[in-house]
Nanobody, 121 residues
């Protein structure tokens, strides 16, 4: 029902930057959190960053701290992920997702189709 659409992926060289966007058909802050995940080819999906809209708290995987920044534009129902100092091993399909709170449990219930980020060495 809810649609999340990522954009902004592309090909960059090691050390380059990219800004990814995730546009939602609902207000971003209607989710408990909005997050970014990535899946390198042939590997498991991993958490990258998330933003709790209500609390305004950002979370990052340790490997990306200091290099990636998550932000949101509530007026446009869009969440961004700024990727700086990209590394070759971070080549992956990047997905945004929306998290819902069910009682005391949370679950990532909505996912975008992903956008490819390729970092050349």
């Amino acid at each position: 029902q809810v649609q999340l659409v990522e954009s902004g992926g592309g090909l960059v060289q090691t050390g380059g930057s990219l800004r990814l966007s995730c546009a939602a058909s609902v207000r971003s802050f209607s989710y408990y959190a909005v997050g970014w995940f990535r899946r390198p080819s042939g590997k498991e999906r991993e958490f990258v960053a998330a933003l709790r809209g209500t609390a305004g708290i950002a979370y990052y995987a340790e490997s990306v701290k200091g290099r990636f920044t998550i932000s949101a534009d509530g007026a446009n129902n869009t969440v961004y992920l700024q990727l700086d100092s990209l590394r070759h091993e971070e080549t992956a399909v990047y997905y945004c997702a929306g998290e819902r709170l069910y009682g005391t449990a949370v679950s990532w219930v909505d996912w975008g189709r992903g956008t490819q980020v390729t970092v050349s060495s």
